[in-house]
Structures are given as C-alpha cells and as structure tokens.
C-alpha cells in the first residue's frame, strides 16, 4: 500500500513563495509518476504539476508555468512543489498523488492511483 504525506502548506501574502512536500513510502516508486493538483472552494480539482520518477520529466498547468517547480529527491523518496509568485487564485488544498502509468502526459486525476489527504495553501492579497 502506497502513503503519502503532504506538508508545507500555509498562509502567504500575495508574490510570496511556500514549498510543499510530498513523502512517498510502501513502494519502489522508480517507474511512476509524481503529480500535484489542487482544488479551491467551489472549484473543480485542478493539475499542477507532474514529474516522472524516472528521467525527470516534468509537467506543468498552464496557469503556474514560470512560478512553480515540481523537484523529486529519489534518496528521500519525496517530491517538492516550489510555488513562486504567488496570488490568490493559488489558495486550495493540494493534494499529491501518484501513478503508474508507464506513459503519457497525466494530467487527469483519473491517471493517479493513490492520493495523500492534502494540505491548505492560502494566499492573502
């Protein structure tokens, strides 16, 4: 069974920056896929980010491009979201979530096979 445990959630005033973790744990995860998505108030869940475990490739939304950056530490079996630059339109529960699918561009939270419980960002203006 695979856990993961986000942290670094919080408050920022607006054009701040926070760095979210994500520790992975009950399985080699060198074949999958790392994903964030986020879901505001009211909103559909959204794809943030995604980085694949092996080779490093990464994705990102088009509304974080150039402010976020998704990073894997494969010692410590956990993955980062720098976020830069932030605004309110930020503020949701991230959430990480990881897939195996060998392939493919996952934006759809329907790729992703396990999922932590999340955690707060809140951007102040």
């Known amino acids: 069974q695979v856990q993961l445990v986000e942290s670094g959630g919080g408050l920022v005033q607006a054009g701040g920056s926070l760095r979210l973790s994500c520790a992975a744990s009950?399985?080699?995860?060198?074949?999958?896929?790392m994903g964030w998505f986020r879901q505001a108030p009211g909103k559909e869940r959204e794809f943030v980010a995604a980085?694949?475990?092996?080779?490093?490739?990464?994705y990102y939304g088009d509304s974080v491009k150039g402010r976020f950056t998704i990073s894997r530490d494969n010692a410590k079996n956990t993955v980062y979201l720098e976020m830069n630059s932030l605004n309110a339109e930020d503020t949701a529960v991230y959430y990480c979530?990881?897939?195996?699918?060998?392939?493919?561009?996952?934006?759809?939270?329907?790729?992703?096979?396990?999922w932590g419980q999340g955690t707060q960002v809140t951007v102040s203006s």
């Open positions: 979530a990881v897939s195996s699918r060998s392939s493919g561009v996952l934006v759809h939270g329907y790729d992703y096979d396990y």
């Open positions: 009950g399985r080699a995860f060198s074949r999958y896929v």
């Open positions: 980085i694949r475990w092996s080779g490093g490739h990464t």
